[in-house]
């Protein structure tokens, strides 16, 4: 069992940056994919980027934006958002994967206005 605590999100203006954490709790936290997701009211939630022993992808709307750490000491993960836009306001998920099991956190609102 995977439990996931994201912290970080609120109201930024354009241009501005953000940085998200989630907090795992549970065992054998290395061997899991962690992810981050966004999705907007009434929209498919959308996969932002993942990492997995040393290999992170992002989606083509985060490359050269986001940037997506771990820590597995800490069973962290984080996503640094730089530049954001108005189109980036969405509630971010932190998601953990590892064979048939996944689990999500609660959510965590980014608004990106000014």
């Known amino acids: 069992q995977v439990q996931l605590v994201e912290s970080g999100g609120g109201e930024v203006q354009p241009g501005g940056s953000l940085r998200l954490s989630c907090a795992a709790s549970?065992?054998?936290?290395?061997?899991?994919?962690m992810s981050w997701y966004r999705q907007v009211s009434g929209m498919s939630r959308e996969l932002v980027g993942s990492t997995f022993q040393g290999t992170i992808t992002y989606s083509a709307s985060a490359k050269g934006r986001f940037r997506i750490t771990r820590d597995n000491t800490r069973q962290e993960v984080y996503l640094q958002m730089n530049s954001l836009k108005p189109d980036d306001t969405a509630v971010y998920y932190c998601?953990?994967?590892?064979?048939?099991?996944?689990?999500w956190g609660q959510g965590t609102q980014v608004t990106v206005s000014s």
């Open positions: 998601h953990a994967g590892r064979a048939e099991r996944e689990y």
């Open positions: 549970g065992t054998f936290f290395s061997q899991y994919t």
